[in-house]
């Protein structure tokens, strides 16, 4: 026995990294699940209503309590996951998402307006707590199961960010599928048919999350729940960056350009979802590359506050220059949206994927599911802004308005960005 156990230890220890990929594939695929159900049910909830005759500003007020929810969501859900582990908050996530779909089956064009909203709203709340659990439980646990080599520091921040950088592109490449999917299952099965094929599947990814450890993301000392305000300057300020950059993002594409190329341009709406699916697709295409775009620019630190502030500034011109382009009629309609959308993306997927590298780069180890929290409720608090400014601008001033809205908020991301000090300056603390 005495001799068997130094070579038990050894063994285990080789066996970790395998066991941490196994973990990781298990988080991602429940993550992927999600995605896919939560970009299905965005897309059949703005075409099912707006088929109905609701007003912009009517189908923006339907998310009102999804955004909402999800701030109250991450600025608690980091302190659940931290407290007892980020299996349990996953889990919660995915049931109620379920919950969520099961209530929109019976949803009728029968029902009374106001009712139907009211009811579409605490539905659309359920999903927007699950899915804001589901992500930072999920982008948190990557801080916990990433392999962290003495004296490699810099090769382990590197592995970071492409761990990270892989998880975040294939969940948007997955939510574009999700958009798309959402606009062939409302095409073939109805509203209520889609949500409950929705339902089930989800169902299905959850029974493969049982086998996760229970530990993952839980903290040795309880924290109070005081701790889930962030003391962290870098995590701060990169929280209002995100805010900024997500409204900025969600003031156009949310409500106005879905029903600006259905109403305006006359697309169909399994067009329209398939076109905003590939545009997500692409998008997180770029997200999940950013590593290796980045090493093939000679780039080979990881990405620092620099980064984000270039990317930002890039970003502020893009919605501008399609708004003079709308405005001037240099181009058709069609055209400048497409052509404008497509540099949209692949600017925001290389800002937002240093993004989410940075705030797991300030966060510990110990605290990463507050600090994740935080972050990702000013996440979602921009959401929330962009989803509100997306059917209210859009109904005064039409697509125009919504692109300057954007140029504005982008701009404000920049110069929040200016603020970020260098990642290891400063520790993240939860107390």
Known sequence: ?????????????????????????????????????DGALRMLVVFHFHQLGYSTLEIAALFLFY????????????????RFGLRLTLWAGMVLQIVALLMLVPVSASWPRLASV?????????????????????????????????????????????WVAILTGSKNALKGVGFFLGGVLLASLGFAGSVAALAAGL??????????????GRMKQKPGFASVFSKSEGINVLSLARFFLF???????????????????????WEVGGFLGLWVIGYGIVQGSAPALRRAWGQTAPPGPAAVQFWSALLTAIPALIAVALWREVAHPGVAIVVGLAAFGVVFAMNSSIHSYLVLAY??????????????????????LGTLLSGGVYLLGGMQACLWCSALLVGLSYLSSRRLPAPGREAASPA
Not at 264 to 269: D, E, M, Q, S, V
């Open 363 to 384: 966060a510990d180890s110990e605290s990463v599911s507050l600090n994740v929290g935080f972050y990702y409720m000013a996440n979602a608090a921009g959401r929330l």
């Open 118 to 162: 009211a009811y579409v709203m605490a539905a659309q709340a359920l999903s927007g707590i699950a899915k804001d659990l589901n992500k930072m439980s999920a982008k948190s646990a990557i801080k916990t199961v990433v392999p962290q080599v003495p004296g490699e520091e810099q090769q382990s921040e590197q592995r970071l960010f492409r």
């Open 1 to 37: 026995m005495d001799q068997s156990t130094p070579r038990r230890e050894p063994r285990g220890s080789r066996r970790l990294p395998l066991s941490a990929l196994q973990q990781y594939m298990v988080v991602t695929g429940a993550y992927w699940a999600f995605t896919l159900t």
């Open 67 to 82: 955004e909402f929810f999800g701030i109250l969501t991450n600025l608690t859900g980091g302190w659940l996951g931290a």
């Open 247 to 269: 409204g900025a993002r969600d003031v156009w594409f949310v409500v106005a350009l879905p029903v600006f190329l259905e109403a305006t341009l006359g697309w169909r709406f």
């Open 203 to 216: 169902a299905i990814a959850l029974l493969a999350t049982l086998v996760l450890p229970g530990e993952i």
